[in-house]
């Protein structure tokens, strides 16, 4: 059941409630487009993402991808398996530690993730821009508490 449709249940008359609701959904909503979208180049969203991830922080373990995406190593690990068997990334040990294993994208990864920005870009274009800058900027500071929050609860 949807993040959104659970709070609405909730509090429906609580600003809060809403807030939260409305970001859920947007999430859920943004990630089904997204997904549909990267599929025509060969990427799930959470491919896309570690890809994304790697590209950020070069020869990241799966721990540390997996504390960059805020997800468990199982599934990082899974997802890692599904990039190594398409080409798009590789694990190879540490040079100071054997047991550790670094995660780098290939030629082919790099392209994908290029590809992957495109797509990722023109889905968050036109929401942008039928928002007025300073709206956006003003719903940042309250939605960076609220997250900042859940964090810290996590």
Same mark, same amino acid.
């Given at each position: 059941m949807a993040a959104r449709a659970i709070a609405r249940m909730i509090y429906t008359e609580e600003p809060i409630t !809403? @807030?939260?609701g409305l970001a859920a959904g947007i999430d859920i909503k943004t990630r089904r487009i997204a997904e549909r979208a990267l599929l025509t180049v060969g990427l799930t969203y959470a491919q896309f993402g570690v890809l994304a991830a790697i590209a950020e922080r070069a020869g990241p373990t799966q721990r540390e991808l997996a504390d960059l995406l805020e997800t468990d190593t199982n599934t990082v690990m899974v997802v890692?398996?599904?990039l190594e068997r398409k080409g798009l990334a590789a694990r190879s040990e540490d040079a100071r530690d054997r047991r550790v294993r670094r995660i780098s994208m290939s030629r082919t990864g790099r392209a994908a993730l290029a590809k992957g920005r495109r797509i990722v870009e023109d @889905?968050? !274009?036109p929401m942008a821009s039928? #928002?007025? @800058? &300073? &709206? #956006?900027?003003?719903a940042l500071p309250a939605l960076a508490r609220v997250y900042a929050y859940l964090k810290e609860k996590e």
């Amino acid at each position: 059941m949807a993040a959104r449709a659970i709070a609405r249940m909730i509090y429906t008359e609580e600003p809060i409630t !809403r @807030l939260v609701g409305l970001a859920a959904g947007i999430d859920i909503k943004t990630r089904r487009i997204a997904e549909r979208a990267l599929l025509t180049v060969g990427l799930t969203y959470a491919q896309f993402g570690v890809l994304a991830a790697i590209a950020e922080r070069a020869g990241p373990t799966q721990r540390e991808l997996a504390d960059l995406l805020e997800t468990d190593t199982n599934t990082v690990m899974v997802v890692c398996d599904s990039l190594e068997r398409k080409g798009l990334a590789a694990r190879s040990e540490d040079a100071r530690d054997r047991r550790v294993r670094r995660i780098s994208m290939s030629r082919t990864g790099r392209a994908a993730l290029a590809k992957g920005r495109r797509i990722v870009e023109d @889905l968050y !274009r036109p929401m942008a821009s039928a #928002i007025p @800058l &300073e &709206e #956006i900027q003003k719903a940042l500071p309250a939605l960076a508490r609220v997250y900042a929050y859940l964090k810290e609860k996590e």
